[in-house]
Structures are given as C-alpha cells and as structure tokens.
C-alpha cells in the first residue's frame, strides 16, 4: 500500500481485510487435509431414471391425503375459510408442533395459503361470523 492509500478514508479497514486474505489463502492447503478421497461403486444412471419416473407417475396418480381429507371434511359439515390468526388465537388451537383443532368435532381441513385455514363445524368461527362477518374470507365452501 503507498503512502497516498492510507491517508484514504477507510484505510486502515482496507489494510485489515488484505491481511485477512492474505492470511486465508494461506490457510488452503490444510482444507484438503478435512477430505478424504474413496472409491465408489458405479452407478447405473439409467435405473436411477427409471426409478425416479416411476416414483413420478405413481405419486401424480395417487391422490393426496390432503386433498382426500378436504373432501371427506367438505362433506361432513359447514366449511369455511377464515384468517389463520383466528385460529391461532383460540383456546383450542392444538399446541405446536400439531396444527389441529381440540374443539370435539371441529376440524382444521386444510391449510389454504400460508394466511389462511380452511375449517369445518367451528361453533367459534360461527359465532364470530354472526358478530361480524368482515373478518371472514368471501371463500366459503
């Protein structure tokens, strides 16, 4: 660095940076020594296609538990699509890590969007619903 570089602002920042490249690039040959180079059977890139095919078409054909329950609930009762933060909110909103209702036949259908659930039978949601019904999605279904 020449004299005229250290009078600059943020000189002296400037300096410890090099000094710390200076000192990791030093520090490059040690990395090789974390590795340890193995051998490995060969691997047959066709059968892992094939396997990866299959595995597409049988879950595209097999349709989601999510989307069975969803059904299933839709059939059962009265749904509706309300604000995630109700239900966060109440006292039966199951404790982490489950995400689920308490209330005895109330049931959290679905996770619509990341702001909102889809619920069926919620005597709360029912009755905050009569109160004010702007706090409801337009979404029911």
């Known amino acids: 660095m020449s004299d005229d570089e250290t009078d600059e602002p943020l000189a002296d920042v400037r300096r410890r940076i090099d000094e710390r490249r200076d000192h990791d690039d030093d520090g490059g040959a040690d990395v090789a020594a974390l590795f340890e180079e193995m051998s ?33 609930a839709a059939d059962d009762g009265e749904t509706t ?14 404790a982490p890590p489950e995400m689920g209702c308490t209330h005895e036949g109330t049931t959290i259908a679905a996770m619509v969007d990341v702001d909102h659930f889809r619920v069926v039978d919620c005597p709360i949601v029912a009755r905050r ?13």
């Open 40 to 72: 490995v059977a060969e691997i047959d890139e066709d059968a892992v296609w094939t396997a990866l095919a299959t595995d597409a078409d049988s879950a595209a054909a097999a349709p989601s538990s999510a989307a069975a329950t969803d059904s299933a």
């Open 81 to 94: 699509v309300v604000e995630s933060s109700l239900c966060h909110g109440c006292p039966h909103f199951a």
């Open 129 to 141: 619903a009569g109160d004010d019904p702007s706090d409801f999605s337009a979404d029911h279904e």
